[in-house]
């Protein structure tokens, strides 16, 4: 007998009301990470099956962690029987690599699969893997500056910093940035040693936005060399931040905990990180890039339609996974899964405990129908 919608409701909201265990929440994440799940007449429902059992074995973006383990606690107040593993460890790059292996049912993506991985994933898939947006957030700019707590940088001086082209804090664009000048101080850029969807999305960011600047392309692997500190994961950028001075690095919001992060100049206003800024650049400015594959729900962004009102930097994060699974019983699983993922609850109990922006109803109704289309 499946839940009804109200116990549904009750169920979830009560799970999505506790600060859950091992997930470290965000920092700066505002009232709509603390909100409780609700019910609207537009919500995108999705039953729980209570009687389910098996294991999912996931992994990839460590972006989607902090969701994920709340994701993991909800879904389980009502499939006890079901076990979901999934390792944050891999990064977007492992993810993809494992789950073209044949070794996890889904990865955790940053960014959707490349033309050579989705035809590498017909070999595994039949048809060819799918992209299903599942997490939106933003790239952050953290900081650890001794006695700065408050740090404007535009796109052109966050990308000569990274570039290694701005190397002392109390450089004239940085004082020209915040009106105010700096201590002098060296600058140590902290960046990831792994494939990572999160440089992918601030490379792309930087390589559409400061082509003059950047001129390196967009890619998973961290593309600059010298005088950079690269750590594996976000959590090794994090800590690495934190732990030094005069840092500064990128890491998905959700992952930054006590850290600062910088406002980024967009249009001659300075935008702070908040689910409601990601919102609304991806209601500005993303736009479908399938990968050819039936269901497939890639996205890409438009730079150019930034505004003053949006945050600059938005990650979009994925569950690949197959169209045709050879066991009919984990594709039962992994599609109830990802289905009260890509519910409207499921949305609010990321928000809540990861500070991430739900996604728009439009994307988590095409999600429905790739899901269904699912054998």
Same mark, same amino acid.
């Given at each position: 007998?499946?839940?009804?919608? #109200? =116990? ?16 470290? @929440?965000?920092?700066?994440? /505002? ?14 429902? +999705?039953?729980?099956?209570? !009687? ?38 891999? @990064?977007? /790059?492992? /993810?993809?690599?494992? +789950?073209?292996? $044949? ?10 699969? !490349? ?12 048809? @060819? ?25 535009? %796109? ?7 570039? #290694? ?7 004239? =664009?940085?004082?020209?940035? !915040? ?5 002098? @101080? ?40 010298? !005088? ?7 959590? %090794? ?59 497939? #729900? ?39 899964? #990802? /289905? +009260? ?13 990861? $500070? ?9 109704? =095409? ?9």
């Amino acid at each position: 007998m499946k839940l009804s919608r #109200l =116990a549904q409701l009750g169920t979830v909201a009560a799970v999505a009301s506790l600060t859950l265990a091992g997930c470290a @929440g965000p920092s700066g994440s /505002g009232d709509a990470a603390g909100s409780t799940p609700s019910s609207t007449s537009s919500d995108v429902a +999705f039953t729980i099956d209570p !009687n389910l059992s098996g294991t999912i074995t996931a992994g990839g973006s460590s972006a989607q962690a902090n969701a994920q383990a709340a994701w993991t606690s909800a879904y389980n107040a009502q499939a006890k029987g079901v076990t979901i593993n999934y390792d944050k460890s891999q @990064g977007s /790059g492992g /993810g993809v690599t494992n +789950f073209l292996s $044949g070794a996890y049912d889904f990865a955790g993506s940053d960014s959707p699969l !490349n033309a050579d991985q989705t035809a590498q994933s017909k070999a595994l898939c039949t048809e @060819g893997g799918v992209n299903i947006p599942v997490y939106l957030d933003g790239v952050a700019i953290i900081f650890n500056i001794p006695g700065v707590t408050s740090l404007k940088l535009s %796109g052109e001086t966050i990308a000569k910093i990274f570039a #290694l082209q701005i190397t002392d804090w109390s450089d004239p =664009a940085i004082t020209k940035d !915040n009106g105010t000048a700096l201590a002098a @101080g060296a600058i140590t850029t902290v960046a990831r040693s792994d494939g990572s969807g999160t440089t992918q999305n601030f490379t792309n960011y930087l390589a559409a936005t400061q082509s003059s600047v950047w001129t390196k392309p967009a890619g998973k692997d961290w593309p600059i060399e010298g !005088n950079v500190s690269k750590q594996k994961g976000g959590s %090794g950028v994090v800590e690495a931040v934190k732990a030094g001075s005069g840092t500064i690095g990128y890491a998905d919001h959700s992952a930054i905990g006590s850290l600062n992060a910088a406002s980024i100049i967009q249009d001659g206003t300075a935008i702070a990180y908040s689910p409601e800024a990601v919102t609304a650049t991806f209601a500005a400015a993303a736009v479908d890039a399938s990968n050819g594959v039936a269901g497939d #729900l890639s996205k890409k962004f438009d730079y150019s339609k930034l505004t003053a009102e949006t945050y600059p930097i938005p990650l979009v994060s994925y569950a690949i996974t197959c169209t045709t699974f050879k066991d009919a019983k984990q594709s039962e699983l992994v599609k109830s899964y #990802l /289905g +009260f993922v890509t519910s409207t609850l499921g949305q609010q109990v990321a928000a809540k405990n990861a $500070g991430s922006a739900p996604l728009p109803d439009s994307v988590l109704s =095409a999600a429905a129908e790739t899901l269904a289309s699912i054998k």
